[in-house]
């Protein structure tokens, strides 16, 4: 360690800088998936550790710690895919679907996404149950219907993420106040201040929006059409919904997030062996990890039932395992807490300090895809600013879950960006400029700093 020279603030900052120019230039001007520009940039930060004196082993240290921290989020990645999977094969997400394409209005899909997508997630706590729940189902009517999947993924995550944000069950929200050390009341209705502007101002954006979406005859046709062949081929009945009831139910126990998903995909188990008896546990088993493969004259049918499966989530495994790699270099050469050093020379005022809370939980998320980690860092860096000058903890827990819950879902390495692309079959790119309520809420969160609110 008396070898190795600490990163200075501009050598970070520059270091950072390029790395996520690599990334954007990659994503954006080569359309490429995200893994292998963040594998590049774990090749430039290694010769970097390298160069300032990090040895080849405290490297690889930092990049199998960086993999340690992301294990559980792995774990439920897989299970989440095999448990679509699951539904699909017994029929739960089928059933939604179709229940669904049979009373709900194209023009008022959107609002119905995100209402309902609110409500689950306030329940239950949790924007990846309703995501892998209620928004796969959604996105499947949205298929039929003729509505875009991108906007009804954006509705679907922002009612998903309002949940995360907001609700008492919420792991993020209870870790946050945790993290400013007051009550999960407290800081629930402190952050109304940002979270009902930006819910409003998203309500009347998916209202405009679902205005453009109407039900002509050939659609209505093709949503009959697409009901009868759903019928057909998948098992559709309401006794295949007791599964996503029972997790539902547990989750808003505030069962841990394991169990909850072995227990629906146990209990999708049984209520196949029950209701479809000449199934065979193969084709259960191979629908668990391959997903649901129906037989169907209509592509647009197959598209929306043949979904799921362990190997679904394989891309998104891969790709969170690259970005907790990236995130231990990072932390092992020092470079996050190097940043966040030099960000914290130059805050003097209320409103600078909540900006500066706000983007340093940005940066973390895209730094390491964590959203755990984007609370947790810039939370222990700034916590002694707030007390120093005198401003309450609420403001600095209310700033942590605008810029740290409510920001991994934009990016296509973080975990629920990951996760929810995977999901929806929609890439984070296409859902991005729709997700308003995510980026809306940290803009609030900073005017209202500066204004002294």
């Keep these: 360690m008396n070898s190795q020279k600490r990163l200075t603030f501009p050598l970070a900052a520059g270091l950072f800088l390029f790395i996520l120019a690599v990334i954007i230039s990659c994503l954006f001007m080569f359309h490429t998936e995200p893994h292998m520009p963040l594998f590049l940039c774990i090749l430039i930060l290694s010769i970097a550790g390298l ?3 990090f040895s080849w082993k405290d490297i690889e240290e930092g990049i199998v710690n960086g993999i340690k921290n992301g294990v559980q989020p792995l774990i439920v990645l897989s299970l989440i895919g095999i448990l679509i999977g699951a539904w699909m094969y017994s029929g739960a997400i089928p059933t939604v679907t179709v229940y669904a394409l ?6 008022q899909l959107l609002l119905t996404a995100l209402f309902s997508c609110m409500i689950i997630s306030t329940l239950v706590g949790s924007s990846l149950t309703t995501v892998s729940t209620i928004g796969v189902a959604l996105i499947g009517v949205a298929s039929a219907a003729g509505v875009p999947l991108e906007w009804t993924a954006g509705a679907v995550i922002c009612g998903a993420c309002f949940g995360d944000k907001m609700s008492p069950m919420s792991d993020t929200t209870n870790f946050a106040a945790g993290i400013g050390e007051i009550s999960i009341f407290k800081h629930i209705r402190h952050m109304t201040g940002t979270t009902i502007p930006a819910l409003l101002i998203t309500i009347v954006l998916f209202y405009v929006m679902g205005l453009s979406v109407s039900a002509n005859a050939a659609s209505t046709a093709n949503i009959e059409k697409m009901i009868s ?4 081929a998948a098992n559709v009945t309401p006794w295949a919904l007791l599964s996503p009831l029972l997790v539902i139910l547990l989750a808003g126990k505030r069962v841990s997030v394991i169990p909850v998903l072995a227990a ?3 209990s999708s188990g049984i209520l196949t062996a029950l209701f479809i008896p000449d199934s065979g546990v193969q084709a259960f088993i191979s629908a668990l990890q391959n997903g649901t493969v129906y037989e169907t004259d209509n592509q647009a049918v197959s598209n929306i039932i043949n979904r799921g499966g362990l190997q679904s989530m394989m891309g998104s495994v891969s790709l969170i395992m690259i970005a907790f790699a990236l995130g231990g270099i990072m932390e092992k050469i020092g470079l996050i807490s190097a940043l966040l050093e030099g960000v914290m020379k130059g805050i003097h005022t209320k409103g600078r300090l909540i900006l500066a809370t706000v983007c340093s939980s940005i940066g973390v998320n895209l730094a390491t ?4 980690l984007s609370i947790l860092i810039p939370g222990q860096s700034y916590k002694h600013l707030y007390d120093k000058q005198n401003i309450e903890r609420k403001y600095l827990s209310r700033s942590l879950e605008d810029g740290g819950t409510l920001i991994n879902p934009l990016i296509p390495w973080g975990v629920s960006g ?3 692309a995977s999901a929806l079959g929609v890439p ?3 859902y991005l400029p729709y997700v308003f309520f995510l980026y809306i809420s940290p803009i ?3 005017i209202l700093g500066f204004a002294k609110k």
């Design 428 to 430: 984070v790119i296409d």
């Design 444 to 446: 609030i969160s900073v």
């Design 102 to 107: 049979s009373f709900i209005e194209p023009s």
């Design 369 to 372: 895809g964590e959203q755990y």
């Design 264 to 266: 629906g995909i146990v």
């Design 418 to 420: 990951a996760f929810m």
């Design 229 to 232: 062949v759903i019928k057909e």
């Design 51 to 53: 160069t300032i004196g």
